[in-house]
């Protein structure tokens, strides 16, 4: 519940979801939730990943937009 609570405060304000460092304006305009050290290495980390989807077999995601959206939908 804490920790929920946690990222959900992380995630409003512009701080890292990683290492809770600030982000810049500029970073997070761009729809960073990560300082560039975090997701410099969360982009090397994962050059992709499977997502399950409910109506079709997983699907390999390269495009972190994509997978945004697909969490946005997951989200609702
Ligand atoms: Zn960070």
Redesign the pocket.
């Known amino acids: 519940m804490l920790l929920e609570h946690l990222l959900e405060l992380l995630y409003i304000m512009k701080y890292?979801?990683?290492?809770?460092?600030e982000?810049s304006s500029a970073r997070y305009g761009l729809g960073y939730k990560?300082?560039?050290?975090?997701?410099d290495?969360i982009a090397k980390a994962r050059k992709h990943c499977i997502v399950p989807l409910a109506k079709s077999n997983y699907q390999p995601v390269t495009n972190p937009n994509t997978l945004k959206q697909l969490n946005k939908y997951a989200a609702a």
């Open positions: 890292c979801i990683v290492c809770s460092d982000i990560t300082c560039l050290c975090c997701g290495k």
